[in-house]
């Protein structure tokens, strides 16, 4: 791995500034989201909509900062929820937009409520199509039914893969020729699959094709087929024309209407995390610089998926330069962010800005030791710098107890 510059696509969107500088005075840890990174990101997807007649949608469980959502309506069709809250937001602050929502199961004390802001409703099972179904049919809603193709396109991450064997993700074709009935299927508009990870579309061709193979003669009576998520649209090595030759797939072979659902792709490598150094301890040999972000609360994907984060004039080929661990301050042995080489000795106070920080993390961090929320920030086009939120300790204190 090559150092991360300006030129990295984790930093570009920083290539007009000088990054050390223009983040100086800001109280750290914060995110800074990038307005001109995230329009940019809108518009590729908005092309790819235009070329082929697809929709595409905000999966709203990587990305929620809903002050850019005006930003970023004229490019999407609406948004993506895992439940009850995620699908009121959309409908809040993406107004006149579609709502999609799809969950693993709905909760009876919620469902009716859902029905106010939900456009298309998708069950995971053929049970809870059962049990909703009718309900959702009466207000108007439009419906579909996850299944699963159980093809697998990722390897070492089964814990990102629906298709993973024994996944509760979907229905299988075996367990719909098993359970589904003609008044069930007669609910049915579309189906959904969500099978992917941070892939290419390669992959997708592949998942298509399973789904072809398996769901083939039920597309056909189908008005749309939502794609689900993981598809790495934005970033820069993605290939458009397998994606785009698999929408056109779709569309002819079986008539359906097809919506695309990314979460990362609208938001990649448009935000940053902004952290100091607290202190330089050293054990055996190696330097640790502890910061005042944390992985486990700021960016867990860091330890849950897992990954090394990129961060500014950084390297993760630690045979030159100044090669520290840098870690966070909670009492997690396994706060560790990872090993980098930087250009120069770390001191405290110094900055260290994690790059592609939008994405699963402020609407996925914690407060875990009583660590603070970072602060979000918006970073316009011209440089400026404007906070959107201000966390404090009411925001850690007000989830744990009664209010007094
Ligand atoms: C059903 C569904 N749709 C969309 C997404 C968004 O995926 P991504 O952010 O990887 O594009 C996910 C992610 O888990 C998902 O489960």
């Known amino acids: ?208 094709k399973a789904v072809a193979d398996q769901f083939g003669d039920i597309l056909s009576r189908m008005q749309w087929l939502n794609m689900g998520g993981g598809h790495h649209i934005t970033r820069p090595d993605y290939d458009m024309q397998t994606l785009e030759r698999c929408i056109r797939f779709a569309r002819e072979t079986w008539g359906v209407t097809v919506y695309l659902e990314p979460g990362e792709a609208v938001a990649l490598n448009a935000g940053y995390l902004v952290s100091r150094v607290l202190d330089v301890v050293e054990n055996s040999g190696v330097r640790i610089a502890i910061l005042d972000a944390s992985a486990a609360c700021h960016m867990p994907d860091v330890l849950e998926m897992p990954y090394q984060p990129p961060i500014f004039q950084a390297d993760t080929d630690l045979s030159q330069g100044e090669t520290y661990r840098l870690a966070g301050p909670t009492c997690l042995a396994g706060d560790v962010i990872g090993d980098y080489a930087l250009p120069a000795p770390l001191k405290t106070g110094d900055l260290v800005i994690f790059g592609d920080m939008a994405i699963y993390t402020t609407c996925k961090n914690n407060t875990f030791n009583g660590m603070p929320l970072p602060d979000i920030w918006r970073l316009s086009r011209d440089g400026a710098l404007t906070p959107l939120t201000r966390f404090g300790y009411d925001d850690f204190k007000h989830r744990l107890g009664s209010a007094r």
Not at 65 to 86: C, I, K, Q, R, V
Not at 162 to 183: F, I, K, L, Q, Y
């Open 1 to 208: 791995m090559a150092q991360w510059t300006l030129s990295s696509p984790q930093f570009s969107g920083l290539a007009d500034f000088e990054p050390n500088a223009l983040f100086a005075k800001l109280p750290t840890p914060c995110y800074v989201i990038d307005e001109a990174r995230l329009k940019a990101n809108g518009e590729c997807l908005a092309g790819l909509a235009q070329r082929t007649g697809c929709r595409i949608l905000l999966a709203q469980k990587a990305f929620s900062n809903y002050d850019f959502y005006p930003l970023l309506a004229p490019f999407l069709t609406g948004t993506e929820a895992s439940g009850l809250y995620e699908a009121r937001l959309g409908a809040e602050e993406m107004p006149g937009k579609e709502v999609h929502v799809f969950c693993g199961a709905y909760r009876e004390d919620e469902f009716q409520q859902l029905l106010q802001y939900a456009d298309h409703i998708v069950f995971n099972s053929i049970h809870q199509l059962k049990q909703y179904g009718q309900r959702a049919k009466a207000a108007g809603k439009s419906l579909g039914l996850r299944i699963n193709p159980q093809c697998s396109t990722q390897e070492g991450h089964a814990i990102y893969d629906p298709c993973a064997p024994g996944s509760r993700m979907g229905v299988t074709r075996e367990v719909w020729d098993r359970e589904m009935d003609s008044n069930l299927l007669a609910l049915l508009d579309g189906l959904h699959f969500h099978t992917l990870c941070e892939q290419n579309s390669d992959d997708l061709e592949t998942t298509l």
